[in-house]
């Protein structure tokens, strides 16, 4: 059980490595750093579950006969636009918060939110 | 051999993920999320995922550390030290990867070829996609032609983060009225700025004799994606990097007369066209939307008319967008410096008030 | 023939790894940034071509090799230019040794609110 | 062409967005949005007649049959979504040439519409497609333009909320996406039905099991259902008004349907309710919902904040139809996404016509606004009526489907409990209707007029509608009962 | 060989690391960041060999390439950030 899901076992502690770093950190930079790293471990899951011991990429070419599956690869293609997508508009919404607040840091904006209410 | 270089690569980015979290430097952080970046898609490497390692390098490592970078060149570069509620983070993250462990007890083991995944839908693909498409690589084929929908939707969400970033970042370019104090802060602003491409001579020669191969190869990618790793999104990536150095070495109003605005534009939304437009035709022609055999009277001809054309469609649109966002960023930032110094005024000003 | 081949190719890898294992080495035990630099800019280029080469010979397909040669001959205008760029950056913002001694943390300025 | 039907619904706005660059004038482009908006409209309505009278209909993008390939299949429930929301993103747009002018500059213009139009194909996507992994990247879709637009609003706190809303939406869409990939590990598949006749097997699974908590906590976070729901009402409030009307009828009401496919089409009804406490669950988070979120309204200074808790609290009102989980509860579920869009959308562009005139929907601006905006005014007070559930407004079908379901599962004190939220909706509306129409008009308010005829029409067209179905129920409760008996397994 | 090679660059790759992580400067990351880089281009050229499919050195020139980028584009916008090395506020 050990050698058959230790890789899934470190993917899940990467996501939750990202996943707390969005959670707890309060700059909004390093928000949009932990979800990239969120991400990115679950296209690191994806392509896990695509491998086949002793298979090769899936590009076919003469004397192979073992591909690995190219469908997970496919979704992850995808998802890493979604994913630059993502972290672009986040970026671009740090860049104008910080203009208009002054400051990236969710407490910062949360005390000037108060003072306008 | 195998197993332990995809232990290595994994415990390479366990320790990185935790400096992450530490790292106060936002720089520091960044440059490491660009090693992150580049060690998942070594991985992927390892994992036969070559079309996939390729596109997280050029956007993972690159594009996304750049985008950060001109980012933390706007905001600052330090974090603020306290952390709010760690401890319930804390348990929303350990309740959240205990149920992700529980689920892994079930699973079929890694690299097991008897598990689901490898049995149901993907045979189709490695065994008649060269039949049914024509294409050596899988990928390409299930991408740009089984599940072309996907990918048109891919596109779309391109587009929508151009066009998102566009309403939130671009300027409207006003004559500077600059007078006295704030007028020599900009001038020594734009200073610094050029001082980067007048020194670095050396990077400048090597720069402008490298571009054109970056273009070639851009385009080699673009091409050679039905027979290797590669294809539009990949290309469209490299395109838009080579413009990048340009940009980055040697200014942005020289890399803006370059590229206007409003064309790079009308290119991002006329990509998505030409994708559609493929399959608008095949509705012309009777058939499904994205079936290409509508396209020619060979149903693989069609296939390979449909794939091409429709790279084509991702390549521009991804190029296009990349600079888009890249240029809406960067101007945001030479201009930004007397933006943003407005904005701490208007702040000080208000907290005055209270 | 095969057999010098062979031999060679992996006398150029073991020279290749041996130059990286030093420019690592050097990465981390020299005292200070231009050290460091020196290490690295040094090795680094020898050893990815002496890596590379080695790889050519290993595989003598056509494609392959002129693929590599690309890598190769992009690498030995990139690293340079890289290591240039670096250190007269670092020489442009005065970074000189005294300065070395501090901590990044000192350089950026604090975080007040 | 009446067969490429369902992927006309998503292509067209999908392309026009795009198409919309090439428009050099912004009234130009609004035209032109309009008219896309319409033909969605028009297409949707086709197919809902087409899927009343003859069944389900595939359709496979590509010419791939369906594990391989993408396909669309629509059924009555898909159907119905569309419908509501081509028809209230028409209504919405109708207003949107005069609205925006006062709150978006005029620059983003044409960006405003091209997302809107992506905002839109997005959401019809996610309603449209059988493949699971397609609802992801169109969801994406929606929520990027989504944060976009919200992020477009005059105020500062706007960029916050659409910040806020970003991280949660896509920490949502990652963890959709990690129950997708535990689905397709035990199954090896994407498609929502070949899901559905394949995940029996593997039921039992821890990892199906930990699929359908992802999928499920990840949609709740789409949702905004109660713990979960911090980001909406600033979201809401702080958006162009037009946007927080159309995305108060529409967006919370996708991942309504997400969650009623994922759970009775995909993981199965045995499975669902079996697998987690759902009924138990949804209904306790329901309830505290209606509470929290309607007491919450009630201490509102802002009415958009005011209308965005309302929402919430609505948002409550489907969970626990949903939670019952027999036709008739599923019934008023589905009733009750389509009237709270109707009533919604109302309100909220009303609210977007006393923003024009006054700048700010400050409930102190509202003193006597009862005599200087009668119109206006009068929309909103119908707009609220519906929302308590007075009779003869769709408030009161929907609600009265709910409470009957809940009696037929025997659950007395939970009806008590939502004649009891009513009442609490009753207390917000009262304040507003206090604020209007008994003080005078404020003295920097004098000069206010009623709002222009071109906001005027739009808005009376939701509540005409509002009024129309709650006398004439025919149409709503008809389609309902059919999707909720189609996803319950009987032929209707 | 091929596999001491890439042990071999797999401990500098480590060593590059240990050094990104401890900075002690913005420079010495840098230096890190770029030799790290250039490893993993040998990484992925090695690797296509020992798994037997050496032709997918394309994602090698990629890699080699968005290394530089990333380089020139570390050094651009750390030199004129707002927080900039004391020396050239003294300017």
Redesign the interface.
């Known amino acids: 059980m050990l050698m058959g899901l230790y890789n899934y076992w470190i993917v899940v502690v990467l996501m939750m490595v990202g996943f707390y770093i969005v959670i707890a950190h309060g700059n909004l930079i390093k928000k949009i750093v932990g979800l990239s790293i969120f991400q990115t471990s679950v296209f690191i899951f994806y392509i896990s579950m695509a491998k086949v011991d002793g298979g090769t990429a899936p590009i076919l070419a003469d004397g192979i006969t073992q591909y690995s599956n190219p469908l997970p690869h496919v979704l992850i293609l995808t998802a890493i636009v979604v994913g630059i997508a993502t972290t672009a508009l986040g970026l671009a919404l740090a860049v104008r918060i910080k203009e208009t607040y002054g400051s990236i840091e969710e407490e910062e904006i949360q005390k000037k939110d108060n003072l306008d209410c | 051999m195998e197993s332990l270089i995809d232990i290595v690569l994994l415990a390479f980015l366990v320790g990185i993920a935790f400096a992450i979290v530490w790292m106060k430097d936002l720089l520091a952080v960044i440059m490491l999320l660009g090693i992150y970046g580049l060690l998942s898609a070594s991985f992927f490497v390892a994992m036969d995922a070559v079309d996939v390692a390729f596109t997280e390098a050029s956007v993972g490592a690159g594009i996304s550390t750049l985008l950060m970078l001109v980012t933390i060149a706007m905001t600052g570069r330090s974090e603020h030290p306290v952390r709010h509620k760690p401890f319930l983070a804390l348990a929303v993250v350990i309740i959240t990867g205990s149920l992700l462990i529980y689920g892994t007890l079930d699973m079929p083991y890694f690299g097991s070829a008897q598990a689901p995944v490898h049995q149901h839908v993907a045979p189709r693909y490695i065994n008649d996609s060269i039949e049914e498409v024509g294409v050596p690589n899988i990928v390409t084929s299930v991408l740009a032609s089984y599940r072309a929908f996907d990918t048109f939707g891919e596109v779309v969400v391109i587009f929508t983060a151009g066009m998102g970033v566009l309403a939130l970042l671009s300027v409207v370019r006003r004559p500077k009225n600059t007078t006295g104090d704030k007028a020599r802060d900009i001038a020594k602003i734009d200073l610094i700025n050029d001082s980067m491409h007048e020194q670095h001579l050396v990077l400048r020669i090597v720069t402008k004799m490298l571009i054109p191969f970056i273009f070639l190869y851009a385009f080699y990618v673009q091409f050679h994606g039905d027979y290797g790793p590669g294809g539009g999104f990949q290309a469209g990536v490299i395109f838009a990097s080579a413009i990048f150095l340009y940009a980055m070495l040697f200014g942005m109003s020289t890399a803006r007369r370059v590229i206007n605005q409003s064309f790079i534009q009308l290119l991002a939304a006329i990509g998505v066209l030409l994708y559609g437009s493929v399959g608008v035709v095949s509705l012309l022609n009777g058939k499904n939307f994205f079936d290409y055999s509508a396209l020619s009277v060979d149903p693989i001809a069609g296939q390979h008319l449909g794939i091409l054309l429709i790279e084509l469609g991702v390549g521009c649109t991804v190029a296009s967008v990349m600079v888009i966002i890249f240029f809406s960023f960067a101007d945001r930032k030479d201009n930004g410096q007397n933006l943003e110094s407005n904005g701490i005024e208007n702040n000080l000003k208000e907290n005055n008030k209270k | 023939m095969d057999t010098f081949i062979n031999i060679s190719s992996s006398v150029f890898l073991l020279t290749g790894s041996f130059l990286c294992i030093s420019g690592g080495v050097g990465i981390l035990r020299f005292p200070d940034f231009y050290t460091r630099m020196h290490a690295v800019g040094v090795t680094e280029t020898l050893a990815t071509a002496m890596i590379l080469i080695g790889l050519m010979l290993h595989n003598p397909d056509f494609f392959v090799d002129i693929k590599l040669m690309i890598i190769l001959i992009m690498s030995l205008f990139i690293s340079p230019t890289a290591s240039h760029a670096l250190a007269s950056a670092a020489m442009r913002n005065d970074f000189s040794q005294k300065n070395n001694e501090k901590p990044d943390s000192e350089q950026v300025k604090p975080w007040n609110p | 062409m009446l067969t490429?039907l369902p992927?006309l619904q998503v292509?067209v706005p999908?392309?026009a967005?795009?198409?919309c660059?090439?428009l050099t004038r912004s009234r130009l482009v609004w035209l032109f949005a309009l008219m896309v908006s319409g033909l969605a409209f028009l297409i949707s309505a086709l197919l809902l007649q087409q899927v009343m009278t003859s069944g389900i209909i595939i359709?496979?993008?590509?010419?791939?049959d369906a594990?391989?390939?993408?396909e669309y299949r629509i059924d009555h429930l898909n159907a119905f979504l569309l419908l509501i929301i081509s028809s209230v993103s028409t209504v919405v747009l109708l207003a949107a040439d005069t609205s925006i002018q006062k709150e978006i500059p005029a620059?983003?213009h044409s960006?405003?519409y091209?997302?809107y139009l992506?905002s839109l194909?997005g959401m019809l996507?996610i309603v449209a497609t059988g493949?699971a992994?397609?609802v992801?990247?169109?969801l994406?879709?929606s929520s990027?333009?989504a944060?976009?637009l919200i992020?477009?609003g005059k105020d500062?706190?706007a960029?916050?909320a659409?910040?806020q809303y970003?991280?949660m939406g896509?920490?949502g869409?990652?963890f959709i996406?990690?129950g997708i990939?535990?689905m397709?590990?035990?199954?090896?598949?994407?498609n929502m039905h070949d899901l559905s006749i394949?995940l029996p097997e593997?039921a039992h699974?821890?990892?199906v099991?930990?699929?359908f908590?992802?999928v499920i906590v990840g949609i709740c976070l789409k949702l905004a259902l109660f713990p979960l729901h911090l980001w909406l009402p600033n979201a809401y409030a702080y958006a162009p008004s037009i946007v927080t009307a159309f995305f108060a009828a529409t967006a919370t009401k996708v991942a309504i349907y997400l969650l009623i496919r994922f759970t009775f089409s995909v993981f199965g009804l045995s499975f669902s309710f079996t697998a987690l406490p759902l009924h138990i669950l949804f209904l306790v988070l329901g309830l505290s919902g209606i509470f929290a979120a309607s007491i919450a309204a009630i201490y509102q200074?802002n009415v958009k904040h005011l209308f965005a808790y309302s929402s919430i609290a609505q948002i409550g009102y489907m969970i626990v139809g949903f939670s019952v989980s027999t036709t008739t509860g599923l019934m008023a579920t589905l009733l009750h996404l389509f009237n709270h869009a109707l009533m919604k959308s109302a309100l909220f562009l009303a609210l977007g016509a006393v923003m024009y005139r006054i700048g700010s929907v400050q409930l102190s601006q509202f003193q006597g606004l009862g005599r200087q905006m009668p119109i206006t005014m009068a929309a909103i007070v119908i707009g609220g009526l519906s929302l308590i559930g007075v009779p003869l407004t769709v408030g009161f079908v929907s609600k009265w489907y709910l409470i009957l379901a809940v009696i037929e599962s025997g659950w007395w004190p939970v009806a008590l409990l939502i004649l009891l939220g009513s009442l609490l909706a009753v207390v917000y509306v009262w304040r507003i209707v206090e604020m209007a129409y008994f003080r005078p008009p404020l003295t920097s308010n004098e000069n206010i007029k009623e709002a222009p005829f071109s906001l005027l029409v739009p808005i009376w067209i939701l509540v005409m509608a509002n009024i129309y179905f709650g006398i004439d129920t025919r149409l709503s409760i008809e389609v309902a009962q059919a999707a909720s008996q189609s996803l319950f397994g009987v032929n209707p | 060989m091929l596999i001491a090679a890439t042990l071999a660059i797999l401990i500098v790759m480590v060593m590059a690391i240990t050094r990104g992580i401890m900075g002690p400067t913005l420079y010495d990351r840098i230096l890190a960041v770029n030799m790290f880089g250039t490893k993993t281009v040998l990484l992925i050229s090695l690797l296509g060999f020992v798994m037997g499919r050496p032709e997918f050195l394309d994602i090698a020139i990629v890699y080699a390439l968005i290394n530089f980028i990333s380089v020139i584009g570390v050094l651009r916008y750390s030199d004129s950030s707002i927080f900039k090395h004391s020396n050239q506020q003294k300017k």
């Not at chain 4, 359709?59 to 791939?64: D, H, I, N, P, R």
């Not at chain 4, 594990?67 to 993408?70: D, L, N």
Request: glycine residues 8%; positive net charge; charged residues 15%.
């Open positions: 490429h992927v292509i999908l392309m967005a795009p198409l660059l090439f359709y496979e993008l590509g010419g791939w594990p391989w390939g993408i620059e983003k960006y405003f091209i997302l992506l194909a996507g493949d992994f397609n992801f990247v169109f994406e879709i990027l333009s944060y976009a992020a477009l500062r706190r960029l916050w659409a910040y970003l991280i896509t920490i869409a990652t996406l990690i990939g535990l397709y590990q035990m199954t090896g598949t994407l394949r593997v699974t821890r990892t099991f930990t699929a908590a992802f200074k």
